[in-house]
T-cell receptor
Framework: DTEVTQTPKHLVMGMTNKKSLKCEQH?????MYWYKQKAKKPPELMFV???????INESVPSRFSPECPNSSLLNLHLHALQPEDSALYLC???????????????FGPGTRLTVT | KQEVTQIPAALSVPEGENLVLNCSFT??????LQWFRQDPGKGLTSLLL?????REQTSGRLNASLDKSSGRSTLYIAASQPGDSATYLC??????????????FGQGTILTVHP
């Protein structure tokens, strides 16, 4: 099973709302990632978790708050977002983040977020 | 900082043609290179992974090559079909520098295969 699942598929939220995106994998991967993708652009890395610890934060605004409750789950908490944060949010996982092993990344289907 | 470039940006071909997508990267210190496919509004599907020590990988009608020293990879699609229409993304996983461990993506090639 090489599946990464994400919920919800679509989310519309106002600028004062608080919402969360969820990601799950059962491949035993110990690295999980959040990416943001705008239309007609490649994905941009936001956060990397390695062994449930935050390893990389690509200078993402604090209105995005990641959480990794266990090795299979990754959340992205959203608060006070701006309309320009509307995008496709992709979750990915790989066996490890560092080292010389395969580290093929598997992506979920994404959450289409619209901020009104 | 690693930079990845894909050429062409868009490609339109008739069904049945063989085609080549190109990817180049600036820093040869990589762990691997992945080719992905993305359908509109969907996630990324991994097509092929080439380790830095490998020269090529094949999966069905797809063949990807890697020349690490020159910073180039090609994705060859044989006997193209309308179902191959999608955006193809190349990404390299850096083994050093400020991009260490991260995937750096190219801008993608939008492929249209018409019947």
């Amino acid at each position: 099973d090489t599946e990464v699942t994400q919920t919800p598929k679509h989310l519309v939220m106002g600028m004062t709302n608080k919402k969360s995106l969820k990601c799950e994998q059962h491949m035993g991967h110990r690295a999980m990632y959040w990416y943001k993708q705008k239309a007609k652009k490649p994905p941009e890395l936001m956060f990397v978790y390695s062994y449930e610890k935050l390893s990389i934060n690509e200078s993402v605004p604090s209105r995005f708050s990641p959480e990794c409750p266990n090795s299979s789950l990754l959340n992205l908490h959203l608060h006070a977002l701006q309309p320009e944060d509307s995008a496709l949010y992709l979750c990915a996982s790989s066996q490890r983040f560092t080292g010389t092993s395969s580290h093929e990344q598997y992506f979920g289907p994404g959450t289409r977020l619209t901020v009104t | 900082k690693q930079e990845v470039t894909q050429i062409p940006a868009a490609l339109s071909v008739p069904e049945g043609e063989n085609l080549v997508l190109n990817c180049s990267f600036t820093d040869s210190a990589i762990y691997n290179l992945q080719w992905f496919r993305q359908d509109p509004g969907k996630g990324l599907t991994s097509l092929l992974l080439i380790q830095s020590s490998q020269r090529e990988q094949t999966s069905g009608r797809l063949n990807a090559s890697l020349d690490k020293s020159s910073g180039r990879s090609t994705l060859y699609i044989a006997a193209s079909q309308p179902g191959d229409s999608a955006t193809y993304l190349c990404a390299v996983r850096s083994a050093g520098g400020t991009s260490y461990g991260k995937l750096t993506f190219g801008q993608g090639t939008i492929l249209t295969v018409h019947p």
